[in-house]
């Protein structure tokens, strides 16, 4: 499996910015975001089922983002609105076998090469 992040990019706060995540090859497997700001460790910010009907977020998006699939298009999506600042870091995609959506970075064996998201004040 091939992941491809791209949308990131430089928004002031309170703005939206809507990621996207192609894949390639075998796709049936549970999807995730995670992001890793600067001298920061990486961390889950939401995951879905391979079918779409279970989703997961950390606490500190819920609300803002959204996380969503087209898997006639082998894409998933993180809309994210209400940016802060704090959200700013180099957001990734992943692709695991677990059947449930899950923060476990140890759970996705596939990663994408990451795209930017600067928030500015």
């Known amino acids: 499996v091939q992941l491809q992040a791209s949308g990131g990019g430089l928004v002031q706060a309170g703005g939206s910015l809507r990621l996207s995540c192609a894949a390639s090859?075998?796709?049936?497997?549970?999807m995730g975001w995670f992001r890793q700001a600067p001298g920061k460790e990486r961390e889950f910010v939401a995951a879905?089922?391979?079918?779409?009907?279970?989703?997961y977020y950390a606490d500190s998006v819920k609300g803002r983002f959204t996380i969503s699939r087209d898997n006639a298009k082998n894409t998933v999506y993180l809309q994210m609105n209400t940016l802060k600042p704090e959200d700013t870091a180099v957001y990734y995609c992943?692709?695991?076998?677990?059947?449930?959506?899950?923060?476990?970075?140890?759970?996705?064996?596939?990663w994408g090469q990451g795209t930017l998201v600067t928030v500015s004040s």
């Open positions: 879905i089922s391979w079918t779409g009907t279970s989703l």
């Open positions: 090859g075998r796709t049936r497997y549970t």
């Open positions: 992943a692709a695991g076998t677990s059947g449930s959506p899950t923060s476990d970075v140890r759970s996705y064996d596939y």
